[in-house]
């Protein structure tokens, strides 16, 4: 397994991660044969935004014993009211809902409280100014919840919620779709057929700014909805007419800055299987940019996707984490520690660069990259 620090919380989660949507009311027996199989794995961070009592029940059962050995993301703001779900800010139903979750868990505390689904201004004044992050607050200072996050769709309300400083964990759906899309409150739009009918270029300009100042913030980002719902697998349900593999959707979302885990929504473990390949794919399994070139209507040109297909380079430099390093400063306009320390520990730098152009030739995207090698000896000096 590779683990990744969980941003500046100090957690250590592994980046194949579990997500919960299709655990839900699970058979119990089933659902202990994964989860004893994802541990054996190396798995150790868990989303659970579900509040019906049988599946809190099973994860309590997973957890029997072992409970250290998980970080675990609950969702706050998560009830179960008249047997259904429901996404709440009314604090008479959200407090015996989280701790309905910790005893059903058979823990004290969660390592993460995360604020369930934001992505609307009214929902968010309401989260801020109504007193359910004051809430979530007073649970971090009593240390029942060890961070605070916030799941969204929406980069608007994201970014927003990132900026106030309280927010120490996002959990945000990610993949190249979604990715070319506008923050909107309708979450419907980022599937329906008409968001992707024109053309459309290069990343979302807010998005990619939230990636970048989750990373300069020290926010990590665990991803949902890696594969679009599943419609990126399959080359008739993708927007881009083009299936991408699991292990390539996985590799788009881990090469965004600040991403640290994917949680992945399961069924069974030969759907696990299919996401712990990432571990052991080669480069060439893990290039998404083989998907996202010489399409028609949608185009990726003269910006780094980070996707690594322009290597090798003859003297070793990772052109794809050098770009990411140097555009996350860009973004900054300064040189953060951690980005020129990040920089420094890299085996070859930008100003070692000796303009053979073989890299740009491989580019599929147009990027100059011997320009940003320069670039980036000037910012970080070597
Ligand atoms: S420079 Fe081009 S090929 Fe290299 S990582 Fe960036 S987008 Fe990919
Ligand atoms: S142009 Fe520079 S970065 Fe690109 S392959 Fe050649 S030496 Fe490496």
């Not at 823990?107 to 109504?130: F, N, P, Q, R």
């Not at 390539?248 to 885990?261: D, E, I, K, N």
Request: hydrophobic content about 35%; glycine content about 10%; aromatic content about 10%.
């Amino acid at each position: 397994m590779e683990y990744r620090k969980l941003g500046a919380t100090g957690l250590s989660v592994s980046t194949i991660a579990l997500g919960c949507a299709y655990f839900e009311k699970a058979e119990r027996e089933h659902f202990l044969s994964v989860m004893d199989y994802a541990v054996e794995k190396g798995v150790n961070f868990l989303d659970l935004y579900c509040a019906d009592p049988v599946t809190r029940d099973n994860y309590g059962a997973a957890l029997k014993g072992r409970r250290e050995k998980f970080v675990i993301q609950g969702h706050v703001g998560s009830a179960w009211v008249d047997e259904q779900y429901l996404r709440t800010r009314d604090l008479t139903l959200a407090k015996p809902s989280f701790e309905d979750l910790l005893t059903r868990l058979g823990t004290d505390y969660l390592d993460v409280g995360m604020i369930h689904y934001c992505d609307s201004e009214a929902d968010w004044k309401e989260i801020t100014e109504g007193g359910f992050l004051d809430w979530c607050l007073e649970l971090k200072k009593e240390g029942r919840i060890r961070h605070i996050g916030l799941s969204s769709h929406n980069p608007d309300i994201a970014i927003k919620a990132v900026e106030t400083g309280h927010i120490e964990v996002l959990m945000f759906s990610v993949n190249p779709c979604y990715d070319m899309q506008p923050g909107d409150e309708d979450l419907e739009k980022l599937w329906a057929a008409d968001s992707y009918a024109g053309e459309l270029h290069n990343q979302n300009a807010d998005r990619k700014r939230l990636y970048e100042l989750c990373e300069s913030r020290g926010v990590g980002i665990d991803v949902m909805k890696a594969y679009g719902g599943g419609d990126l697998l399959s080359e008739e349900l993708s927007p881009f007419g083009k299936a991408f593999t699991p292990v390539q959707c996985l590799h788009y979302c881990l090469t965004r800055p600040a991403v640290s885990a994917i949680m992945c929504g399961v069924k069974d473990i030969a759907q696990l299987d299919e996401a712990l390949a990432w571990l052991t794919a080669t480069e060439e399994q893990r290039d998404y940019s083989g998907v996202l070139s010489g399409l028609d209507r949608f185009t990726f040109s003269g910006h780094c996707l980070y996707c690594g297909h322009c290597a090798p380079c003859p003297v070793g430099i990772d052109v794809a984490s050098v770009t990411k390093y140097l555009n996350l400063c860009l973004a900054q306009g300064t040189v953060p520690t951690t980005e020129r320390s990040h920089y420094e520990l890299l085996a070859h730098h930008g100003g070692e660069c000796i303009g053979c152009g073989a890299c740009e030739s491989r580019c599929p995207f147009g990027v100059s990259i011997m320009e940003n090698m320069k670039k980036a000896a000037e910012v970080f000096g070597k």
